[in-house]
């Protein structure tokens, strides 16, 4: 079966510090891994994804993601963290196959201080 | 369109009724997707489309529940006979390819209330 996790409900950073939501995952095969952020009232927006190569993954608005197969892992990071960025994160994973459903993690809020 | 839009945005429905809710997915996009996003929590899949046939309706919670894309584009998501425990937002997602590795783009959401 498929699953992600996210272990934290929230968190909290410092505009101008580095901000990492986690993500880990289970699934067979080679996963395809995704990023979603979601704003009040409004639809999920895409921000990134892991298919293969590379697994440090660079996406919309200063963010990346780091897979790590070792770990099942794929954890979002963004160097320096704006207030703007304060949202709901969702992390996602889907294995190859003809129907594309994503699995989704239970979110994760960000709260970016001034 | 330039997105993914759903009507209607609210919906308020009484136990029992029976609702429809709409998807309008982006021009061109042979796969549509349903999720139900309960509060608190993350979507969850419900049902899916590769132009008008349905191949993947396993996550419909009930036989109240059913759903249709008759032309391969807009499509409908029926629940009848609605109960609180159907309260959520609704999520539908489209994208460009049939399975592989794009990603889907997302509409607003309907928010449904069950009273």
């Known amino acids: 079966a498929q699953s992600v996790a996210q272990p934290e409900d929230q968190v909290n950073v410092a505009e101008g510090n580095p901000l990492t939501v986690k993500c880990t995952y289970s699934v067979s095969g080679n996963p395809y891994l995704f990023w979603y952020v979601q704003y009040p009232n409004r639809g999920l927006q895409f921000l990134l994804k892991y298919i293969t190569g590379d697994n440090l993954v660079k996406g919309s608005y200063g963010f990346e993601a780091e897979f790590n197969k070792s770990q099942t892992s794929f954890h979002l990071k963004k160097p320096s963290a704006l207030v703007s960025d304060s949202a709901l994160y969702f992390c996602a994973v889907r294995r190859w196959s003809n129907t594309g459903k994503l699995i989704f993690g239970q979110g994760t809020t960000l709260q970016v201080k001034p | 369109g330039a997105g993914v839009s759903q009507s209607p945005r609210y919906k308020v429905a009484k136990r029992g009724q029976d609702v429809a809710l709409r998807c309008d997915p982006i021009?061109?996009?042979?796969?549509l997707f349903w999720y139900q996003q309960a509060l608190g929590q993350g979507p969850e899949f419900l049902t899916y489309f590769q132009n008008e046939a349905q191949l993947d309706k396993s996550g419909l919670p009930s036989d109240r529940f059913f759903a249709e894309r008759p032309e391969g584009s807009v499509s409908t998501l029926k629940i009848q006979r609605t109960q609180q425990e159907d309260s959520a937002v609704y999520l539908c997602a489209s994208s460009s390819a049939r399975g592989g590795a794009v990603e889907q783009f997302f509409g607003p959401g309907t928010r449904l209330t069950v009273l």
């Open positions: 021009s061109g996009h042979v796969s």
